[in-house]
């Protein structure tokens, strides 16, 4: 009665699955009663409900087999849930994430990220762009020992070790050759990733094409 604003007065006798269920779950609200019926129990099975208010609530059900004391089936007990603050925390949380990942791809900056092992398991169109080197073909690679040039692989380990630390490092300057052999020079800010239970999961680098920047300070340098 709380959940739905109808009074038990108001259902008994009355068809739930005709008169009660959303009608784009008649179908399989019907199926899970006739097999609980035919002594085939279901759990966690997720449905709305539209209370008195035509207010939607999401229900988390359980249909129990109900029996009489010589084991005859005489109908279908429903045990439910309301998970309508779950569910609209996890479409929240999901259209966040959704965001999220909007905004790494399209950043105007390159962005990668790797896994504890090193293995790339991020990498941003600007990414793509700077470097040549599209996302198919770095994902699941050793960052450090395929895309760091030999100079620089030792130190630029070290940021992301120290990452996987949770120590985090701003404004780590090194060189990358793009797959023309290229050489752009990247600042980095190296950023612990965690999952959301706290533990690290990665690292997540963005980066800031520095060439010009870099190549007008070596010119300056020259002519002062």
Same mark, same amino acid.
């Given at each position: 009665?709380?959940?739905?604003?109808?009074?038990?007065?108001?259902?008994?006798?009355?068809?739930?699955?005709?008169?009660?269920?959303?009608?784009?779950?008649?179908?399989?609200?019907?199926?899970?009663?006739?097999?609980?019926?035919?002594?085939?129990?279901?759990?966690?099975?997720e449905?709305?409900?539209?209370?008195?208010?035509?207010?939607?609530?999401?229900?988390?059900?359980?249909?129990?087999?109900?029996?009489?004391?010589?084991?005859?089936?005489?109908?279908?007990?429903?045990v439910?849930?309301?998970?309508?603050?779950?569910?609209?925390?996890?479409?929240?949380?999901?259209?966040?994430?959704?965001?999220?990942?909007?905004?790494?791809?399209?950043?105007?900056?390159?962005?990668?990220?790797?896994?504890?092992? #090193?293995?790339v398991?991020?990498?941003?169109?600007?990414?793509?762009?700077?470097? @040549?080197?599209?996302?198919? *073909? =770095? +994902?699941?690679?050793?960052?450090?020992?395929?895309?760091?040039?030999?100079?620089?692989?030792?130190?630029?380990k070290?940021?992301?070790?120290?990452?996987?630390? #949770?120590?985090?490092?701003?404004?780590?300057?090194?060189?990358?050759?793009?797959? @023309?052999?290229?050489?752009? *020079? =990247? +600042?980095?800010?190296?950023?612990?990733?965690?999952?959301?239970?706290?533990?690290?999961?990665?690292?997540?680098?963005?980066?800031?094409?520095?060439?010009?920047?870099k190549?007008?300070?070596?010119q300056?340098?020259?002519?002062?």
């Amino acid at each position: 009665e709380s959940i739905t604003g109808f009074m038990k007065s108001e259902v008994l006798g009355k068809n739930l699955v005709e008169e009660i269920i959303a009608k784009e779950y008649k179908k399989s609200v019907k199926e899970v009663f006739d097999r609980a019926l035919l002594g085939t129990e279901t759990a966690n099975f997720e449905l709305p409900l539209y209370t008195k208010a035509n207010d939607r609530v999401e229900v988390l059900l359980n249909a129990t087999t109900r029996r009489s004391v010589d084991g005859s089936i005489i109908g279908v007990i429903g045990v439910g849930q309301d998970i309508t603050l779950a569910k609209t925390a996890q479409a929240q949380s999901e259209q966040t994430a959704l965001e999220l990942r909007q905004f790494v791809e399209t950043a105007n900056a390159p962005i990668f990220g790797i896994d504890p092992q #090193g293995m790339v398991n991020e990498w941003n169109q600007m990414a793509e762009s700077i470097t @040549g080197f599209m996302k198919s *073909e =770095v +994902l699941g690679k050793n960052l450090v020992e395929e895309f760091i040039t030999e100079e620089y692989k030792e130190s630029v380990k070290q940021v992301f070790d120290r990452a996987m630390l #949770g120590t985090e490092t701003t404004n780590f300057e090194f060189p990358l050759y793009t797959k @023309g052999g290229r050489r752009v *020079e =990247v +600042l980095l800010n190296a950023t612990t990733r965690r999952s959301v239970d706290g533990s690290i999961t990665g690292v997540i680098g963005v980066g800031q094409d520095i060439t010009l920047a870099k190549t007008a300070q070596a010119q300056s340098e020259q002519t002062a």
